[in-house]
């Protein structure tokens, strides 16, 4: 889902409203239920369809929409099929910029080499003033 369509259902001007995965593609967002781990609310096997996108060990952008002024950025990653298991792909980084959206630009990809050539998926969580959210991409190559 892009983010002009969450414009015109007018999630952005919502009380409730906390941050939207851009980039890569997200499996799903659903406001209410974003504070579910580990993927925001929704089955993180149903990837089918999505667009895939690699993800290099020396890093890749993630782009976020975010509605909340502050927020600490944590950035995982799952090897497919085991998808309960997370790994740390970089330091928690603090965002203070304000809202609206935010590219962090080089998020490094697993830096083990048994996942290189292996699907996995990335799992963000946005520790803020609501709690910990969870937005969780659709399917990557590393390399
Ligand atoms: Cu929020």
Known sequence: MHFKNLLLLGVFGAASAHFILEVPESIGFDDDNEGIFPCGGFD???RAGLPES???KKGAPIGVVTTHNEAI???K?????????WVSLSRNITQTAGLGSVCFSNIPG???PLWYGRKGVIQIAQHGHDGTLYQVSSDFTSF
């Open 44 to 46: 993180q096997s149903h």
């Open 54 to 56: 690699p993800w290099p």
């Open 73 to 75: 950025w944590e950035f």
């Open 77 to 85: 990653a799952a090897v497919v099929p085991f998808t309960n298991r």
């Open 110 to 112: 697993p830096k083990n």
